[in-house]
């Protein structure tokens, strides 16, 4: 299983780490390491960790996130970041990507298969691939990065770091290159519909698929009807997410690894929650966060909701998961 570290560049509240307007680099930097694991979570044979605060609102210490990525034994890591010159509007343009002062060969690889792609999905002048002090590509004991994509005080750049589509779709080419360098391939949708048995010590805060579901989960060509079988899997994660207007991707991303999560043929583990349970967070009036906690307040709302026992925990096969494919089916959710 390959390991792939990552964090976003500085934290919210970093003072001077803004554009002339006060937009934050860590918020653009952060967009684009949500889109980059969520990309790489879709392929077999890896793993991820992040290691800046998901939530922005601490700066995490340079030397936290290195101890952290070299004790964990990444085998790769990438910072994501957005430049500036001198904190007033200008016409610099471009895109670059460090590696060490004196980087090893693997560096050197990963930043040339990297590079050309963050280039193309920014759509910017392309400044090259560069070495430099820094110690984030230092004091990793493994091949690393740091992406600088785009200049926050400029004019030509800042339209492009403005469009989230655009900045979801760096973070998603730098995974799809990443995936090309490492010899990846994705996890088919009928591989992600089919029993597997789970690793007796799974890596924690990953992002690699957990348990998938039963068979009946496999959607049918003869209808579009869930099948009542109690199992969360990504048919059921699908129905969900159309009702509740999120992105159908039949996953839901970024959880805690605890009793309920695991019972989730769909949840995939990992930091930054899942954009589907912030949306029913928000429809039950629990605490909205994203993340599926145990006991869970929301899976408590749900329960009261349906009529099914309050203990806050999704069991499998689940009472209240049939409740919930029986009311989606219905059309009642």
């Known amino acids: 299983m390959i390991k792939i570290g990552y964090g976003a560049g500085h934290g919210y509240h970093t003072p001077g780490k803004r554009s002339p307007d006060g937009e934050r680099e860590w918020s653009f930097n952060n967009k684009v390491a949500r889109a980059f694991a969520n990309e790489l979570a879709l392929y077999k044979g890896v793993i991820t960790k992040r290691f ?74 392309n400044r090259g691939i560069k070495r430099a002090n820094l110690h984030i590509v230092r004091e990793t004991e493994m091949p690393s990065i740091l992406i600088e994509g785009g200049f926050m005080d400029s004019t030509i750049d800042i339209v492009k770091l403005r469009n989230d589509e655009i900045i979801a779709n760096v973070g998603k080419s730098v995974a799809q290159s990443l995936a090309r360098f490492l010899g990846l391939s994705k996890v088919a949708e009928s591989e992600q519909e089919t029993p597997v048995s789970t690793p007796s010590r799974p890596p924690v805060n990953s992002l690699t698929p957990t348990p998938v579901p039963t068979p009946s989960e496999k959607p049918s060509q003869s209808s579009t009807k869930l099948a009542v079988d109690g199992y969360w899997g990504p048919a059921t994660t699908r129905a969900l997410q159309r009702h509740y207007g999120t992105t159908v991707d039949g996953i839901i991303s970024g959880q805690p690894r605890n009793p309920s999560t695991v019972n989730i043929p769909s949840a995939r583990f990992g930091s930054g929650g899942s954009q589907l349970i912030r949306a029913m967070q928000k429809d039950l009036g629990t605490t909205v966060d994203g993340f599926i906690s145990y006991p869970s307040l929301m ?31 219905n059309g009642t959710f």
């Open 299 to 329: 899976i408590r709302a749900l329960q009261r909701r349906f009529g099914t026992t309050q203990d806050g925990f999704i069991s499998k096969p689940s009472q209240l998961v049939k409740a919930m494919q029986r009311a989606l089916n």
């Open 52 to 125: 800046d605060d998901p939530t922005g609102e601490t700066d995490v210490p340079l030397i936290v996130r290195t101890n952290g990525a070299n004790s964990w034994g990444a085998d790769y890591y990438i910072s994501f970041h957005h430049n500036a010159l001198s904190g007033r509007w200008g016409t610099h343009t471009g895109v670059e990507t460090y590696t060490f002062t004196y980087p090893s060969p693997q560096s050197v690889a990963l930043a040339n298969a990297i590079h050309p792609a963050v280039v193309k999905a920014y759509g910017l002048t």
